[in-house]
Every structure is written in C-alpha cells, then in structure tokens.
C-alpha cells in the first residue's frame, strides 16, 4: 500500500541517481544515561537508569540523522564504553568520505570490519536511514519495505514488588489507553510468581490479553510448575523461561500447552531456525540484538516462514528515537501477533522535541522523513555522560 509520501521502490532509486552522492563529514558516538520514572527489576538486574549510545551522521550539506541503541550487558553484550568505542574506532573511520545513500556497500564494509557488536551496528544503521530519509524527504519504513499498518498498539510491561502494585499499575494504564500487558517473572519465589498472575488475571478480567517474561531466570521444573498453575491467568504465551543456550529444556518445556516464545537465545536468523526446532512458538525481535533494521525484517519475513508469532520490541529503556524505528519496523514485518514493546514510555525525560505518544490505545507511525521524530541536542548534551 503506498501513501502520500511514499514512492515505489524505482522512484526511490531515481531519487538517489538524480541528487548524487550524500558525503558524510562527521560520525559521533554520544553516551547517554537516561533516567527511568521508577526502577525497573527483572531476573538478574534492576535497572534505574538507562544507558544508551547515540550516533549522529552529518552529511556535507549540514543534514543530521540519528540512531540509538541501549547497552545490554547480560543480552548482547555490548556495555556502554563498548558501543562508544566500535561506532568512535572502528566504524566511524569507513564512514567519513563516503557516499550515506550506498548503505547496503558500506553494512557490508562495516561487517567485515566489526564482528558481533550488533548494537553499535543496529544504531548506524538506524542512523544512516534516518539522514538518507530526510535528505529524500522520505519515510524510513518506505527505504526498507512497505507499509502494512499506520499504527500499533503496544504493551505495558508489569514488574513491581508486590501483585497489588501491579494492579494498580496496570489499571492506571489502562485508564491511559494500554490495553495488553506482559509480566516480568524471574525474580521471585516461584509461588509468588505464580500467584501474583492469577491475582492480576482476577483483576483485570478474563478479556485483557496478559503474557509472562522471565528473561531466562527460570530453572525447567519451576517453568513447568508455573505453566502447569497459570492456567487460569489464561496467558497468550511465555518469553524465554529459561536461559538462551538450554535448547534442550526448551524443547520438553514446549510439549506444555502455553506457547513458549523467545528473545534473549536469538541473535542471529540461524538462532530462529534453531529455537523453531526446539518447539518455540514466537520471537521477540529487538534491534541490537540483529544488528539493524535490515536483519530484524529479515527475521520477520523468516518467522513468517516459520509460522511464528512475532514481538517487536525495544531494550528498557530507549527514548522515542529507537521507538521511533521500533514502529518502523513492526508497521513493516508480515505481523506482529504477540504485540509491540515501546519503552521509551518508562522514562523520566525522553530526548526528542515531541515523543511519541499513545492515543486511542494506540502509537501511530511517524509522518515525517526518516525516523519522523526531531532530536532535542540541548537535552543529549544534559544527559550525555563520558
């Protein structure tokens, strides 16, 4: 489906052949900390302030695109230092002097320059499709695919204390217009687990749709026992029970009658194939984890193949710039039955003039070239840390 803005794929082409080359002069690496409304805990960590690397492309002509990325220590590996240090060292050096419209060229200079990294990789990316938007004056989603929906509706990630925080929580959000919520899991007893999602199922009735992630922090014998009494929680599935590697857990895990997704074991589309063998039902897609945009729709298209439910989601927490290519991409894959996870909602202060807001239960897609969202520089320079 094509809109006002969007041309077909050979226009576009034309596009990039009438202006001639787009020469980037400068690549920054920006370290961020972000501070979240409240504490987020899940298995493992506790997370108050978000750590995130910025990358600003400036082409000769004086336009700027941006790319984000969060550190994830415990899922990528990439630590803050880290993502600074290969988008200063090792990526920006290939970018300077060449031409930001060749992207598909310089990703694979940059990957045979960088391994692994993906989320150094992801927010160049993001950041090169950005400024190549807003010098065509296009879409992102229209320079990686098509339209096939204008908005979505994301979730509400529930992790607090106690069950009748969460249910206040989650009622104070519904008010607001969230209307699937995911609980994270992992963290406590497992018959605190277990009874805080029959609790908040009670609560918030038969018909809203509930899910559970215990981001790998389940052994197998409590991921079966919280299955086994979650029943009546009705749950649409549950994310990554158990650690990445143990394939072999999930593949007894997956004989159980609540589909069982995965995020934290995927990295790689050889990674979804695996879990599909395994019995996994659903990947949650995520952008640092794949390396970009580029990737994660080809994850999408291969879950397609797969007859696997998909997730698009972003890292606790990102600001409406990685939310911004977060909608991109889930308006762009074949579907996204098991929701979208926007985080940018968590934070105290978000980095754009405008973030992105949710209206009728829903984030629309951004109209603007590029992303579709302007960056505040003077709020990055309050938050940018050394």
């Known amino acids: 489906m094509l809109t006002k803005t969007t041309k077909p794929r050979a226009a576009q082409s034309e596009d990039v052949r009438e202006r001639g080359p787009l020469i980037i002069r400068r690549v920054d690496a920006i370290a961020v900390a972000l501070p979240l409304k409240a504490p987020m805990t899940m298995s493992g960590i506790t997370i108050a302030t978000a750590e995130n690397l910025l990358v600003r492309i400036e082409a000769a002509g004086g336009a700027v695109g941006w790319g984000e990325a969060a550190s994830a220590p415990t899922m990528t590996g990439d630590t803050l230092g880290g993502l600074v240090a290969a988008v200063r060292d090792h990526l920006a050096p290939l970018l300077v002097g060449q031409d930001a419209l060749a992207r598909e060229p310089l990703q694979r200079t940059m990957a045979r320059a960088l391994i692994g990294n993906t989320g150094a990789h992801s927010a160049v990316e993001m950041a090169l499709l950005d400024l190549a938007g807003r010098v065509l004056n296009r879409r992102l989603i229209d320079l990686i695919g098509s339209e096939r929906r204008s908005a979505v509706r994301p979730m509400w990630l529930l992790g607090s204390p106690t069950p009748d925080q969460d249910i206040e929580e989650a009622r104070t959000r519904q008010a607001e217009g969230f209307h699937l919520f995911k609980l994270k899991i992992g963290v406590k007893p497992i018959e605190k687990e277990i ?46 029970p158990l650690p990445p590697d143990d394939l072999a857990g999930l593949k007894a895990l ?4 609540l589909p069982i997704g995965v995020d934290e074991g995927i990295h790689a589309l050889a990674d979804i194939a695996a879990h599909a063998r395994a019995g996994a039902r659903g990947v949650s897609l995520k952008l640092i984890k794949l390396g970009g945009l580029t990737a994660a729709l080809g994850a999408a298209r291969l879950c397609q193949r797969l ?51 949710l209206r009728d239960g829903q984030v629309r897609l951004p109209e603007g070239p590029g992303l579709g969202v302007e960056i505040d520089e003077a709020v990055v320079a309050r938050f940018r840390v050394d």
């Open 307 to 357: 007859r696997l439910k998909v997730n698009v989601a972003a890292k606790i927490a990102e600001s409406s710039l990685a939310s911004a290519a977060a909608i991109h991409l889930a308006c762009a894959v074949p579907s996204v039955e098991w929701g979208v996870s926007l985080t940018h909602f968590y934070l105290a202060e978000d980095l754009v003039r405008r973030p992105l807001a």
């Open 195 to 240: 009874a805080a999602a029959l609790a908040i199922r009670q609560a918030l009735g038969p018909k809203m749709p509930l899910c559970a992630d215990a981001n790998g922090g389940l052994t197998l014998a409590h991921a079966r026992r919280y299955v086994e009494h979650t029943r009546a929680a009705n749950l649409m599935f549950l994310e990554q």
């Open 254 to 257: 997956a004989r159980s009658r």
